[in-house]
Structure formats: structure tokens, C-alpha cells
């Protein structure tokens, strides 16, 4: 079966850090760009943060700018989301979106309305004390 599978959340108290990870099932992920978006209760989905499939591109939201870092390491084909200085409005579930399209983050982070060639199911991230 093919599918994305994101791991790594969990309960982290202000200022900590996490680091999320984006694994392909059935499939590698050295031909997709990555797309992570988080969706908090009651919110709609946003984009955080975008790589493309040679890694020449990144991009990350305003909101997460300097505290966020994407990453991908080919041999392992995972996709990490390196995420410090954590903040409660950092929490929700976070989801990785993979495309094979070139142009995937060029310029920014695309949005979720885009057609996505896989989406994962979705990892919680709580920041509190």
C-alpha cells in the first residue's frame, strides 16, 4: 500500500523541540517534493514549510521562520521537520504532502488546496506546560 506515514509528535513544554519525520510505504520519496501543513482545532490547514525533490528549495510560513528547519535525507527517503523554540500556538497535527511536480516550492509554500499526489494521516503535536 502507498501512503505517507509521519511520526514524531507528542507533548513538548514551551521553548522544547521536536523533530517530525515523513516516511513513504510503498514508495520512494526521492522524486516528490514535501509539503508539511499543521491544522489546530477549529483552524484551517496551513502550510509550514516545503522542500523540493532536489532539496535546492526550501520555504517556511512567516509563523515559523527561524524556528523551523526542513531537511530530507535521500538514503533513508524521510523528510524531517526539525522544530525548536516551540510555542503553544505551535500545537495541532501536523501532515506531511508529497508531489511529484518540479515546481513544488518555488517561492513558497504552496497551499492545501493543491492535488496533492499522497497526504499522511497526521501526527499531534502539543506544546504546553
Known amino acids: 500500500q502507498l501512503q505517507l506515514v509521519e511520526s514524531g509528535g507528542g507533548l513538548v513544554q514551551p521553548g522544547g523541540s521536536l523533530r517530525l519525520s515523513c516516511a513513504a510505504s510503498?514508495?520512494?520519496?526521492?522524486?516528490?517534493?514535501i509539503v508539511w501543513f499543521r491544522q489546530a482545532p477549529g483552524k484551517e490547514r496551513e502550510g509550514v514549510s516545503c522542500i523540493s525533490r532536489s532539496a535546492r528549495r526550501t520555504n517556511y510560513a512567516d509563523s515559523v521562520k527561524g524556528r523551523f528547519t526542513i531537511s530530507r535525507d535521500t538514503a533513508k527517503s524521510t523528510v524531517y521537520l526539525q522544530m525548536n523554540s516551540l510555542k503553544p500556538e505551535d500545537t495541532a497535527v501536523y501532515y506531511c504532502?508529497?508531489?511529484?511536480?518540479?515546481?513544488?516550492?518555488?517561492?513558497?509554500?504552496?497551499?492545501?488546496?493543491?492535488?496533492?499526489?499522497?497526504w499522511g494521516r497526521g501526527t499531534q503535536v502539543t506544546v504546553s506546560s
Open positions: 504532502a508529497a508531489d511529484s511536480a518540479y515546481y513544488i516550492c518555488s517561492g513558497s509554500v504552496p497551499p492545501k488546496s493543491y492535488a496533492y499526489d499522497y
Open positions: 510503498g514508495f520512494t520519496l526521492d522524486y516528490y517534493a
